[in-house]
């Protein structure tokens, strides 16, 4: 059920606000693990002693977020699996996880790194 703006009206005048509805298709909001997505939802924004509030209002959607993929050089696998004697997918897994830094890679595969 989405509010009536009469109800914000009445809000903006009981507490000084100053309020104003804005046309919003969609809302992201970024967490450390997730995305939550709010389609076309009512948006509010509020202005209170010059700070500014955007009330969201909306069902919202969760999307699981990707980490972003390093592209891993054929060489830098080569060189980290001769230094550490572990196998392809290992290290293109350390690689991955140490943002292809090589020498974190090397740590975390010699156990020096968590």
Do not use: C, H
Not at 8 to 29: H, P, S, W, Y
Not at 67 to 74: A, T, Y
């Amino acid at each position: 059920m989405k509010p009536k703006p009469s109800q914000f009206k009445n809000l903006e005048r009981m507490l000084g606000l100053k309020t104003e509805q804005l046309d919003a298709v969609k809302v992201t909001i970024e967490l450390k693990d997730k995305i939550l997505i709010i389609e076309n939802p009512t948006v509010i924004k509020m202005i209170a002693q010059g700070q500014e509030i955007y009330s969201v209002i909306g069902e919202a959607k969760e999307a699981q977020k990707e980490e972003p993929k390093v592209e891993i050089k054929d060489e830098d696998v080569k060189f980290v699996m001769e230094q550490t004697g572990k196998g392809e997918q290992e290290v293109k897994e350390a690689l991955q996880k140490a943002n292809g830094d090589i020498a974190k890679a090397i740590l975390l595969l010699t156990g020096q790194e968590t």
